[in-house]
């Protein structure tokens, strides 16, 4: 009875936080001094809130071929709507283009910009939504 119970309450708080996440409003960006501490892309926004996994991240950069390439990983607490509203409108904000955009369990928006391309993956979770970022030449 007691394990019934504790699963009871368990997903009844998910639920509760899941609803409260889908009442916010869209991410804002963040400041550029924010966007500096984070990683080399400055054209590449992530939402404020939004916390950079290291241990999943990387950047490759090779100065005299004049090459960067990263593969950036966030997770935050909004919903996925939101997330992927925020980067259809600061992409664009950044001069970046729309290519296409996949929906199924998640999302996936393709952005190009002059000879790179930017791949956004937006995945939820239980209670948290998750953002890969590939970015490099086209």
């Known amino acids: 009875m007691l394990k019934n119970f504790a699963l009871l309450f368990a997903l009844a708080s998910a639920f509760a936080l899941s609803a409260c996440a889908a009442l916010q ?7 550029q001094e924010e966007i500096s501490r984070h990683y080399r892309f ?3 926004p992530f939402p404020k809130d939004f ?10 950069e090779a100065k ?3 090459t ?3 593969r950036l990983y966030y997770k935050g607490y909004d919903s996925i709507s939101h997330v992927v509203e925020f980067y259809q409108n600061e992409m664009i904000n950044n ?6 955009i ?8 393709l952005f190009e910009k002059e000879s790179k391309i930017c791949h956004v993956i937006v995945q939820s979770g239980l209670t948290t ?8 030449p086209r």
Do not use: C
């Open 102 to 109: 996949i929906e199924h369990s998640g999302t996936i928006m």
């Open 25 to 31: 409003a869209p991410p804002e960006a963040p400041s």
């Open 64 to 66: 005299e071929s004049n």
């Open 68 to 70: 960067k390439v990263g």
């Open 42 to 44: 400055p054209d590449v």
């Open 95 to 100: 001069g970046w283009t729309e290519v296409r």
């Open 51 to 60: 916390k950079l996994d290291r241990d999943k991240s990387f950047i490759y």
């Open 129 to 136: 939504s998750t953002v890969e970022i590939q970015i490099g």
